[in-house]
């Protein structure tokens, strides 16, 4: 008797378990639109949380992600979109790229689109085909990045700012050489000699790098140096990586910093008094946009580069620092804006 | 035949034991934390309904994403609802291994908390041979898993030596190594002879068809030959231990290292065998890796399983078969995570959680066995003294 | 005051330690319990103390009842004990040991060290003894030592003293002077529980002696008895306490020691510069009080110690500065000073242990391969051979008595071809059964024709066994004499005093 009862109480609970489980949300009309992220993690406050935030506000798709704790999970988080049904997986970040490509292979019919690559396919000599169901979303940073590079130049006490990256991958260095170069661009008009510690456009190989994208403690090791070495205008490439420095500075005053991706006015939780401004790049509205192809059966496997010109890319207002930022400056650098746009001043050179 | 089973039962019981109460508290967990559950608070009856649901929830797509997923089959055979176990059994490939290397060291008496830095050149070694050479099938693997293998014992046989030479503290040595190992995969990725051609990132070219573990399923599954390589090992490990003269001489160290020594067995001797042993094991983790799922060498490449498999060795309780289940548990959870991510909202990071708390109560058995003891004591007293006064 | 136990019981498990164990202890009395190893002597000491609850039975101080759960009921029912292991501080003062746990400060929570000066030196002065309050415990001897807790005990009003095995780690001499103290303590009016196993001492001072086996009170008796039948008693069985020892013809020196000096870490000489011999069919006794070197002495004549210096020559051939194994396997057995520490691997089947020096040797290894069924067929002979009881060899070897354990060690070491045996203290905490085996083993090699070096601190037992006594003093040996020595001439040797050239 016991012991049946012990039975139906299982068996109530098993349905009512699966029950719950197997409940679809059905929403008609939209697609299914899946993340699959870079290391960095979701709350990094720059460009998971960017791609994140996008798909999130796409109204025509139901958006779900995927943390990848390490780059093996790469491939079992597209395959588990595949299996799930996925309409459109977008890969973010250039290391997922690879796994994306052969993913796309395997499944034609299934959109994908992988952020800061152009996810081509490409054999062990760096012979690179375009995949027809990949869509890279690239971006032009160093545009914004030469403008950054160029106001810092135009703000530093010292004559010496500094950048260093996560790991040294191309899309993080793009930021780099933009910033060093547009500080190269204000010493070459100006006369000066800012110096810019941790890049050297010419010498990649001696990059200053932290080696991962999440080890926050060594980044701010680096930051600390910079400071020590006398920069006053830091620019941390690597999604999460600065939010220690960026509070520590706040604290100390040492130094003024630049975020990465997404404004770091609106998701940082420590440091907006020393945000001097963000190099934005829009991960978001490029996903909403691909999504919003989809949806419309409009999806081309054509690459999109963001630029100044289609705002891809741009630099973010100065927020609490604006008033520090000098008239004059603030001109020379719109004039920057428009140089580049007009293609009078070549930003990767 | 029933006393065998008796046995079994009895050696599984405290990891079992430990592995309910983890995957309990890791419940209320998922339940408390789930906002839905929580607006719920007010309605009594509800809200148990809710945070029922919840836990439920989560851990069926524990299973789905660990085991069997009916799912999968639409438009395939019901082989594919077996995915999951497949997934499961890929991560678990590497971490037998590792769990291996640190359940031998146990055995020896030695902790070894290298098998992290054991794992990386491991992986060094076999992506070299991977992508850097052109050899006929099977001799490829071979040669390049061994390759692996060797580069860690190497790196393991240091920290032998050195305990035997100096007395120094193999725990020290082996963290100190670890930190050796990361950053020179970190430098040697930047090398040219590491780099793939078209990038600067850090990241080795990806291994030649001819160095990759056979695929035992098909494409459409990862797994691959290299359980079957964890296996070998575990049975190599169960053999070394309790048929050869020279795991007698690990044990008894390891039991009671004075008494082995003062029986003439040479303790400098077995210290720096283990660890090369260990080493190779690890290594050969490594090799696995990156010849039957990554194919490629990067900086994260180890991941956590060198220190996982120390949760692993300890759950396995340095038992090989031990090993191979808890390493099975642990990528049953890994993979299962990411389904309970992804259908359910619920955090992948909660797996860790769980892993955590098997450590925790793996580690503190007196307190599980007095939790469990209270209520052993209500329902009979005739098993209390026969089980539980351990 | 007098003290009186009734019906105490206590169970460990299965076993049943005490069994309704009475036993009365008069005012000003000294009572001996007598018992083996094992017999259940501790528990009921420990039950007294509070250190152990009883199952069942009652304590009585002076006809009340007392309830004494904790060591600090027992302190203020007037009952003290001194550990066989001394619970002191080394390197606190004496004054400080003493008030230990009795820390009374004045104002300002300064210690008030002074009251507990001034009680150490009352105490002194009123049962003689010579303890100055502000020496280092880990500088004074032993027997000091020993003082200072009876001295704790007396302080804190003891009535009762329980001295637990006390003369165990006392020289000769200083084992004289504590049956003294405890005889001027006695007619002080404190009545003392003496627990030993030395049957010498029980005879010359007890006033009554109770004698336990297996957790049951056997026989209280006096101390006329006579020490066979007091040991007959203990052992449930008659029992041979001198071992017949065969005159023979002995041999040529077969192990020469010569300028042996070993070192610690530090480098300090703990055996200087040693000189002596053993001829083969000849037994060598090494005495001493604990502690002088003996151990370190003994686990260098297998190359256990890491600085040896001088020259061992086994049958002519050079050993210092050769591996353990190989020392081992030139012919030396070794049974070292701790069976459970260095002897044996507790976790490891009664087989492994008895290959523990073998297994990589014929018939036990083929290759690599350890062959199962050699080692259990031959662990088989050896249990029979040595008479090791046991249910299976291939149960722990931690689950066997200490009797058995040392018995396998014994069986171990002489299943090498054997030219010399070592023996560390080899009955160290064994029944009075075991050591009439030991002594036996030990007997037959020297018959045998093998040379045997016996470390040992047991008066009796070197007196007993020996062909030639070495005796040593902080490191040295003071004297190498014939068997013909008295305990006496001994006991003042082994206290460092070089009275006669005796014959070498």
Redesign the interface.
Known sequence: MKKSLKLMAVVA?LT???G??VAPASQAAKIKL?LALD?GGVDDHSFNAGAWAGAQASTVSNA????A?????F???I???V??GCELIVGVG??ISPEIVKSAK?NPKIKYAVVDDAGQD?D???N?TAVANVKGLTFKTDEAAFMAGYLSAGMTKTGKIATYGG????TV?IFMDGFARGAAYYNKQKGTSVKVLGWDPAN??AGTMV??FSDQNKALTISKAFEQQGADIILPVGGVLGAPYAAASEKSKKSLTIWVDTDGYYSLSAGKSILLTTIVKEIGASIKSVAADVAAKKFSGKAYVGTLVNKGVSIAPFHDLNAKVPAKLKSEILKIKLGIIAGTIKVDA | MRNSLAKFLQAIKLPGLSFLMAFTLTGLIIAISDAKVIAKFSTPLEFIKSALAAIGNAYLALFQGAVYDVNLTKGHTFIHGFYPLSETIVIATPLILTGLSVALAFKAGLFNIGAQGQFIFGAIGASYVGFHFHLPIGIHILVAALVGAFFAAIWGGIVGLLKARTGAHEVILTIMMNYIASYFILWILKTQSFLRPGRIDPIAPEVNQSARLPLLAGANFRLNFGIFIALAAAVFVWWLLTKTTIGFKFRAVGANGQAAKTAGISVPFVITSTMMICGALAGLGGAVQVLGSTYSLNTDIAGSFGFDAITVALLGRAQPLGTVFAALLFGALHAGGRTMQSSTGVPLDIVLVTQALVVLFIAAPAFVRYIFRIKKLNASASLTSKGWNG | MSLELRGITKTFGSLTANDSINLRVETGQIHAILGENGAGKSTLMNIVYGLLNADSGEILVDEKLVDISEPIDALSAGIGMVHQHFMLIPVFTVAENIILGHEKSSKFGVIDIDAARLAIRKVSKDFGFEVDPDAIVESLPVGIQQKVEIIRALIYEAKVLILDEPTAVLTPQETDELLKTMRELKAKGTSIIFITHKLREVREVADQITIIRRGKVVAAVSPTTSEGELASMMVGRAVDLAPVKHKHQIGEPILVATNLTVRDAMGTAIVKSVNFHVNAGEVLAIAGVQGNGQSELARALINLESHIEGSIKLAGAEIRGSSIYDSLHSGIAFIPESRELDGLVGSFSIAENLILDLHDQQPYAKGINLSASTVLSEAEKRVTEFDIRLQSVSDAVSTLSGGNKQKVVIARELSRPVKVLVASQPTRGLDVGSIEFVHERILAERDQGRGVILFSTELDEVMALADRIAVMYRGEILEIVDSGVTRGELGLLMAGVVTKKASA
């Open positions: 609970s009512l378990i699966t719950v489980a899946c290391t779900e992600y995927l943390p704790a390490t780059s093996a999970d491939a079992p988080n395959k588990k979109f299996d799930k250039y290391a395997a490409c062990a000599n760096y690179c790991i040294g991958y191309p260095t990649p190989k080696g991962s």
